[in-house]
């Protein structure tokens, strides 16, 4: 029921960055931990990063730490992801998800997917 919708991605050159954006609907996003995750071409999908509903904890998949970063602004019912130093292993669908819980997660809404491309 709750609708989350993914945009900000596209090509990019290898080294830059890209800030992707997740909105949901509702009254109730500040109570939701929200979640990004990717799939890239012929893998699985994979867990990128979680935050709790007001934004004081956050974590990422340990590979990703320091070059991934999640955030939120609950006055405008978005969730942010910004990577820098991108590279051609970046390129993927990349999801934002919904869970009641940030210590206990069930991604229960999932968006549509963003591609992000990456180019040498």
């Known amino acids: 029921q709750v609708q989350v919708v993914e945009s900000g991605g596209g090509l990019v050159q290898a080294g830059g960055s890209l800030r992707l954006s997740c909105a949901a609907s509702?009254?109730?996003?500040?109570?939701?931990?929200m979640g990004w995750f990717r799939q890239a071409p012929g893998k699985e999908r994979e867990f990128v990063a979680a935050i709790s509903r007001s934004g004081g904890s956050t974590n990422y998949a340990e590979s990703l730490k320091g070059q991934f970063t999640i955030s939120r602004d609950n006055a405008k019912n978005t969730v942010y992801l910004q990577i820098h130093s991108l590279k051609a292993e970046d390129t993927a669908v990349y999801y934002c998800a919904v869970s009641w819980s940030y210590d206990r997660p069930a991604w229960r809404y999932w968006g549509q997917g963003t591609q992000v491309t990456v180019s040498s």
């Open positions: 509702g009254r109730s996003f500040s109570t939701y931990a």
